[in-house]
């Protein structure tokens, strides 16, 4: 087994089937992309609802005990809070 099967391996029982992952991922996506405002999102807040939506994917696919799925959505939480910052500024409501 190449070193790369085996890290898909043990992804795939941390994280679930990828199949699974990639689908529920685009599923939940699909469904930020219908808000009224997500054009007007820049690119990191983008970035960062999607990185959200697979994290969600892997805790629903994987090992949903698995607390470093939830540390890193609340990680790209604050890059798009950083994000709204540096766009309308840091006292703006």
Request: glycine content about 6%.
């Amino acid at each position: 087994m190449s070193d790369v099967d085996s890290t898909l391996n043990e992804r795939g029982a941390r994280y679930g089937n990828y199949s699974d992952v990639a689908s529920t991922t685009q599923q939940l996506m699909a469904i930020v992309e219908c808000g009224a405002n997500y054009e007007h999102l820049n690119a990191e807040q983008k970035t960062s609802l999607f990185m959200i939506c697979n994290k969600i994917a892997r805790a629903v696919n994987g090992d949903p005990q698995y607390f470093d799925n939830y540390r890193d959505i609340a990680g790209y939480a604050a890059l798009a809070e950083r994000a709204c910052e540096a766009v309308r500024g840091a006292d703006a409501p």
